[in-house]
């Protein structure tokens, strides 16, 4: 899961994620990153970890990373929140089969007309960070049935 901070975005989809692949047995490593490293090895954003929290989901273990090149050796699937994370994740390709493995995760959703973005919430309020948790939370719903198939 790749964001740009790895302070609100990504670790609540990682948080979320952890959570379900737990939940049901699956065996997956689950990880995410930033694509900066304005916040490297600080905790994620306060707003977000209660936004969490108060939906179950902890995230205190959590600590921001910045995305490198060897995350495309250790992940069969890089998941980034919006289109300026995809192209900074993708600069970094090395092959078309790097490439591959990089996805907008809202495109799990699947359906037309829906926002491709996960907006990012932190010059914002608590509403952004509600709307947030409530993509991420029905992505990582598709993502999860499809790892089990
Ligand atoms: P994130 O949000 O990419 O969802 O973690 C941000 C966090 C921090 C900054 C930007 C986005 N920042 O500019 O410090």
């Given at each position: 899961?790749?964001?740009l ?18 939940r ?37 273990s ?88």
């Open positions: 899961m790749v964001c901070g790895n302070i609100c975005r990504s670790p609540l989809a990682d948080g979320l994620l952890r959570h379900k692949v737990q049901d047995g699956i065996k997956a490593t689950v990880d995410s990153a930033g694509t900066a490293n304005y916040h490297v090895g600080g905790p994620p954003d306060e707003r977000m970890t209660e936004t969490a929290m108060s939906n179950g989901i902890d995230l205190s959590l600590r921001a990373r910045q995305f490198e090149v060897s995350d495309y050796d250790h992940f069969d699937l890089i998941y980034v929140m919006d289109k300026s994370n995809y192209q900074n994740v993708t600069r970094l390709a090395r092959d078309e089969n790097d490439i591959q493995k990089v996805k907008l995760i809202l495109d799990e959703l699947g359906h037309p007309n829906t926002i491709q973005e996960v907006p990012d919430p932190y010059y914002g309020g608590q509403a952004g960070f509600n709307h947030v948790f409530d993509l991420l939370d029905r992505a990582t719903d598709v993502i999860i049935e499809k790892l089990k198939t």
